[in-house]
């Protein structure tokens, strides 16, 4: 199983980003989907998150300017990031909880490899 994520980038304060992270391999289902970001001398963090039924959470810093989607079919999670501040100047990880087979409940977790987001002048 591979999380391949993309989207990221140098933007203005103000500015917006679409990331996208497609999970590809042997896969059962998938439970949830979301992003977590890390800045440097700091702890990774939630930002936002996407279950199978489609219910949604977010982190407090982000609601109201993040949107996190997920495409099913696709395996694909976005998150559509605006209003961009440089406190969301960190590295973006997808990860995904899943299960590999239907006999099989046991649940993974998986990460993507990061992708950088920038938010400068």
């Known amino acids: 199983v591979q999380l391949q994520a993309s989207g990221g980038g140098l933007v203005q304060p103000g500015g917006s980003l679409r990331l996208s992270c497609v999970a590809s391999?042997?896969?059962?289902?998938?439970?949830?989907m979301g992003w977590y970001r890390q800045a440097p001398g700091k702890q990774r963090e939630l930002v936002a998150r996407v279950i199978s039924g489609g219910s949604t959470n977010y982190a407090d810093s982000v609601q109201g300017r993040f949107t996190i989607s997920r495409d099913n079919a696709k395996n694909t999670v976005y998150l559509q990031m605006s209003g961009l501040k440089p406190e969301d100047t960190a590295v973006y990880y997808c990860n995904a909880i899943l299960s590999l087979k239907a006999t099989d409940t046991t649940r993974f977790s998986y990460w993507g490899q990061g992708t950088q987001v920038t938010v400068s002048s």
């Open positions: 391999g042997s896969i059962f289902s998938i439970d949830a």
